[in-house]
C-alpha cells in the first residue's frame, strides 16, 4: 500500500453536471499529482499542486480545477462534466515537488452519462 | 518533448518462462524511467525506476529492467514468470521541466499462461 487513499471508488454522473474529487496524501507529503486514465489507454498529467499552488497543468481545460489543502489532502473539481470525461482518476502525492517517485492511489472510477 | 512507446499491446508467456515488456522513449537530455503495474480496479504500483548509474535496474517482485541508450529503450524483464504476474504495466518518463509530472505508454497487458 502507498498510503495514497482516494475517496470516492466509484462515482456517476450526467453530462452538465459538476464533480468533486478527493485524494489524501502521504502524510509529509507537500506535492500532489492528478492523472486521468481513459480506457485502454495510460493516465495523462491534469495538474500538480505544490504547497497548496497550482505548479503545473497538462493539457486539459479550465473546467479541471483543483485544491491542496495544509492537512496533505487534495481535491479535483470537473465543472460541466462531458461524456469523455468518463475516466479513472489517479493522485500521485511525493514528498517534494523535484522527488523521483510517485506514490498512486487507488483511484476513482467518473462515469458520465 | 518528452514521450514513451510501448509496441506492444499484449504479451502473452507461460508460467516459468523468462518474460519482456518492451518500451521505447523519447528525451532530449538524460531520462528518468519508470515502470509501473496495474491490477484490474487498482491504482499504480511502483516496480522500479532508472535515473543514473547501472544500466540495469532491480525492483520489486523480481523485475528488472535494462536501460540501453544508444537504443533508447527500457524494457522489462523477469528470469520466471509467475501466473500473478499478469497486470497491465505501464513504462514512463518523467518530465525535464516544470512539474517533473510522468508521461506514461499506453501500457502492455501480460497473461501469464499456466
Known amino acids: 500500500e502507498t498510503g495514497v487513499t482516494q475517496s470516492p471508488t466509484h462515482l456517476i454522473k450526467t453530462r452538465g453536471q459538476q464533480v468533486t474529487l478527493r485524494c489524501s496524501s502521504q502524510s509529509g507529503h507537500n506535492t500532489v499529482s492528478w492523472y486521468q486514465q481513459a480506457l485502454g489507454q495510460g493516465p495523462q498529467f491534469i495538474f500538480q499542486?505544490?504547497?497548496?499552488?497550482?505548479?503545473g497543468r497538462g493539457n486539459f481545460p479550465p473546467r479541471f480545477s483543483g485544491l491542496q489543502f495544509p492537512n496533505y489532502s487534495s481535491e479535483l473539481n470537473v465543472n460541466a462534466l462531458e461524456l469523455d470525461d468518463s475516466a479513472l482518476y489517479l493522485c500521485?502525492?511525493?514528498?517534494?515537488?523535484?522527488?523521483?517517485?510517485?506514490?498512486f492511489g487507488p483511484g476513482t472510477r467518473l462515469t458520465v452519462l | 518533448a518528452q514521450s514513451v512507446a510501448q509496441p506492444e499491446d499484449q504479451v502473452n508467456v507461460a508460467e516459468g518462462n523468462p518474460l519482456t515488456v518492451k518500451c521505447t522513449y523519447s528525451?532530449?537530455?538524460?531520462?528518468?524511467l519508470f515502470w509501473y503495474v496495474q491490477y484490474p480496479n487498482r491504482g499504480l504500483q511502483f516496480l522500479l525506476k532508472y535515473i543514473t548509474g547501472d544500466n540495469l535496474v532491480k525492483g520489486s517482485y523480481g523485475f528488472e529492467a535494462e536501460f540501453n541508450k544508444s537504443q533508447t529503450s527500457f524494457h522489462l524483464k523477469k528470469p520466471s514468470a509467475l501466473v500473478s504476474d499478469s497486470a497491465l504495466y505501464f513504462c514512463a518518463v518523467r518530465a525535464l521541466t516544470g512539474a517533473n509530472n510522468l508521461f506514461f505508454g499506453t501500457g502492455t497487458r501480460l497473461t501469464v499462461i499456466p
Open positions: 500521485a502525492s511525493n514528498l517534494e515537488a523535484s522527488g523521483v517517485e510517485q506514490f
Open positions: 528525451v532530449s537530455g538524460n531520462p528518468y
Open positions: 499542486y505544490y504547497r497548496e499552488e497550482e505548479n
